[in-house]
T-cell receptor, first 114, second 114 residues
Framework: NAGVMQNPRHLVRRRGQEARLRCSPM?????VYWYRQLPEEGLKFMVY????????ESGMPKERFSAEFPKEGPSILRIQQVVRGDSAAYFC????????????FGQGTRLTVV | GENVGLHLPTLSVQEGDNSIINCAYS??????FIWYKQESGKGPQFIID?????DKRQGQRVTVLLNKTVKHLSLQIAATQPGDSAVYFC?????????????FGQGTILTVHP
């Protein structure tokens, strides 16, 4: 049973470009979470999705950031018009149920904005 | 706002010693807690969890203790090994409007000396 798969592992974008981060949850998991981690800090919640639904996006910046989890395919975190402050590690986690259950993380995508 | 924090940012131990990592939380509504281990360049790895109706839970070489009276969580690692060196995070589910959202603490860096 493969774990949570994220790609790419490393992504370099110039300021103003778009970044697309992909996350395939573990088999049988229909709940996906995105977190952001700055160097030497803890993980900060961004968004929680189920298939075709955004359940909680309270941690998402109001502009430039969006997330989706379509019926088919991976979850996508999209950052438009990236700025240097977007440079961070972005982690995806999945769980079989949404509340009070184990959440397993992927290896992350390290975004560098130059 | 409510948050999860750690008392000690760094902990150095000798191989074979027992390690104790502490975590304080302030949200009395939290009812599910997870400890994660994060090695450099990797995603958080699930170690052990505990629900608020329990005081103690044991895994392989690890024990989590929960004291709801003082809102304190600890992770005990027995016979610590160099491979245990990593950053350890506690995380909580707060329930209610925090449905599906894990809140992470700052992290403790554990260094095990051979």
């Amino acid at each position: 049973n493969a774990g949570v798969m994220q790609n790419p592992r490393h992504l370099v974008r110039r300021r103003g470009q778009e970044a697309r981060l992909r996350c395939s949850p573990m088999k049988g998991h229909s709940h996906v979470y995105w977190y952001r981690q700055l160097p030497e800090e803890g993980l900060k919640f961004m968004v929680y999705l189920q298939k075709e639904n955004i359940i909680d996006e309270s941690g998402m910046p109001k502009e430039r950031f969006s997330a989706e989890f379509p019926k088919e395919g991976p979850s996508i975190l999209r950052i438009q018009q990236v700025v240097r402050g977007d440079s961070a590690a972005y982690f995806c986690a999945s769980s079989p149920q949404g509340f009070n259950t184990e959440a397993f993380f992927g290896q992350g995508t390290r975004l560098t904005v130059v | 706002g409510e948050n999860v924090g750690l008392h000690l940012p760094t902990l150095s131990v000798q191989e074979g010693d027992n390690s104790i990592i502490n975590c304080a939380y302030s949200n009395s509504a939290s009812d599910y807690f997870i400890w994660y281990k994060q090695e450099s360049g990797k995603g958080p790895q699930f170690i052990i969890d505990i629900r608020s109706n329990m005081d103690k839970r044991q895994g392989q070489r690890v024990t989590v203790l929960l004291n709801k009276t003082v809102k304190h969580l600890s992770l005990q690692i027995a016979a610590t090994q160099p491979g245990d060196s990593a950053v350890y995070f506690c995380a909580e589910y707060a329930g209610g409007t925090s449905y599906g959202k894990l809140t992470f603490g700052q992290g403790t860096i554990l260094t095990v000396h051979p």
